[in-house]
């Protein structure tokens, strides 16, 4: 009889509760960053499903797990052709 062997790669959920506590930038920057994800993301065709609270989720989610930093919103931001996002302190 084979033994299963456990799966190493898949990593264990973490709730967003549980991301925001660990952000290492301090959680008050990554409020503004989700807020400028959050129009981005809602441009893009592929998310056009999405609720409002969906694309935060998914906004949120991107920022706190660091999928998304403030070199990414400002090459969003000069592509659309708006103001350049300022990094908050």
């Given amino acids: 009889m084979a033994k299963k062997e456990p799966v190493k790669d898949a990593q264990p959920y973490k709730t967003t509760e549980?991301?925001?506590?660990?952000?290492?930038?301090?959680?008050?920057?990554?409020?503004?960053?989700?807020?400028l994800w959050v129009k981005e993301l809602k441009k893009r065709e592929e998310n056009r499903?999405?609720?409002p609270a969906?694309?935060?989720?998914?906004?949120?989610?991107?920022?706190?797990?660091?999928?998304?930093d403030w070199k990414d919103l400002k090459k969003a931001a000069a592509a659309n052709g708006d103001?350049?996002?300022?990094?908050?302190?």
Avoid at 18 to 35: H, K, V
Avoid at 54 to 68: I, N, P, S, T, Y
Avoid at 83 to 89: F, I, M, N, W
């Fill in 18 to 35: 549980e991301m925001i506590l660990n952000f290492p930038r301090g959680t008050y920057s990554a409020i503004p960053m989700a807020a």
């Fill in 49 to 51: 499903h999405l609720t």
């Fill in 54 to 68: 969906e694309l935060l989720d998914l906004a949120v989610r991107d920022v706190l797990g660091g999928k998304v």
């Fill in 83 to 89: 103001e350049a996002p300022k990094k908050a302190e």
